[in-house]
């Protein structure tokens, strides 16, 4: 079975050769995608806050904050939202090493002082995490099994070489789909929905493609409309989420705009950010109330990082593919990086707690092909200890050399 980085390598070569040759072959069809500008419009099961683009407005996403902060007000008899306390949880990207994080939630619940999340965002592998890390302790063995229990089988299929100039992806991710819909049930989502309904809010990130946009799904107001394809839609979302490119097919969403059909296509949504945690413009708003000397809620941020701050060093061979591949890694290793600053430096203006986990260079076992048991199982393991005997949280990130 291929690394992840023999993915990388001949996704990147047969993006190059390719492009001629497939335009006369015969490669996936695709529905008419939502024309430019007009994706804000458009929607996939009809509800008004079903996803944000955030990038283009956060006045949507602004607005859920308020109204789940105040649904929360409203059910713990609080005068006002500045007298709460919240908990926010951002789970990045990594693959294989998501196990980590798994491996940190369920330690912490064996700790005893892991608390109830008021916000949990995901992205990619994170997003696999997120629902479990929302619902709490009580769905510890569902999380530990993702991780720990599953094989390459359970996630992926691999196609022929020529995938990479004839088809859009190199493995099948049908197997992963399959996992999804075996563990997250009508009782999750009904859990999910319940939880958005106290003021919590889970928010899953993919990409849209097309529009070379980040979208945020808003996980419970899914859950909570009823809508007969509520729990497909969640499914496939969080599979979007984790569909590496080029590695894994992008997932199609059906959408409609102005009465029409249209289908957009989504991937992992790491390809524009590795984790987030809230919208730029209730930032803003908070450091006004600071600077104004007003009350403001107290908020603690956990981020747990599925990789590493530490670069992963090797030795390149002056070839394209290893090229191309190496320089690939290493976009996504400081993509990862920036967006676990860019949260510490958000939160230290913003009078927010800022509490980090990560892989440490104490782990040094080598993955040696995708989706490894025996490396998940023992990163799962490392996590687990680290946070059962009560994880020291670092207050900020610090690359190592």
Known sequence: MKSRRQFLHVAAGGATAGTALLAGCGAPERGLPVPNGQMQQATILGLSNERFFAALDAGPITAEFMAAAERQRARLGARTISDLDFRFLAVSGGGEDGAFGAGVLCGWSEHGDRPTFDLVTGVSTGALTAPFAFLGSAYDAQLRYVYTGISPADVLRERYITAALFDDALADNAPLHRTISRILDERML????????????????????????????????????????????????????????????????????????????????????????????????????????????????????????????????????????????????????????????????????????????????????????????????????????????????????
Do not use: C
Request: a positive charge; zero cysteines.
């Open 190 to 401: 009904a859990a999910i929905a319940a939880a958005y309904d106290d003021g919590r809010l889970l928010l899953i990130g993919t990409t849209d493609l097309d529009a070379q946009q980040p979208v945020v799904w808003n996980i419970g107001a899914i859950a909570k409309s009823g809508h007969p394809r509520a729990l497909d839609t969640v499914r496939r979302i969080l599979l979007a989420s984790a569909a590496i490119p080029g590695a894994f097919p992008p997932t199609m969403f059906d959408a409609t705009l102005n009465g029409k059909p249209y289908q957009e296509m989504h991937v992992d949504g790491g390809a524009f950010m590795q984790s987030f945690l809230y919208p730029a413009r209730l930032s803003v708003e908070r450091r006004q109330r600071i600077a104004a000397k007003q009350p403001v809620a107290d908020i603690s941020a956990y981020l747990i990082r599925n990789g590493r701050l530490d670069p992963h060093w090797a030795e390149v061979r002056r070839q394209m593919l290893g090229i191309a591949g190496r320089a690939i890694s290493t976009m996504i290793f400081a993509s990862g990086y920036n967006d676990t600053l860019r949260i510490y430096y958000n939160a230290l203006r913003d009078n927010v707690d800022y509490n980090l986990a990560y892989i440490g260079p104490d782990f040094t076992l080598k993955l040696p092909e995708p989706f490894d048991p025996g490396y998940m199982r023992a990163l799962f393991d490392y996590g687990y200890s680290r946070a059962r005997n009560g994880y020291e949280w670092s207050k900020q990130p610090r690359l190592a050399g």
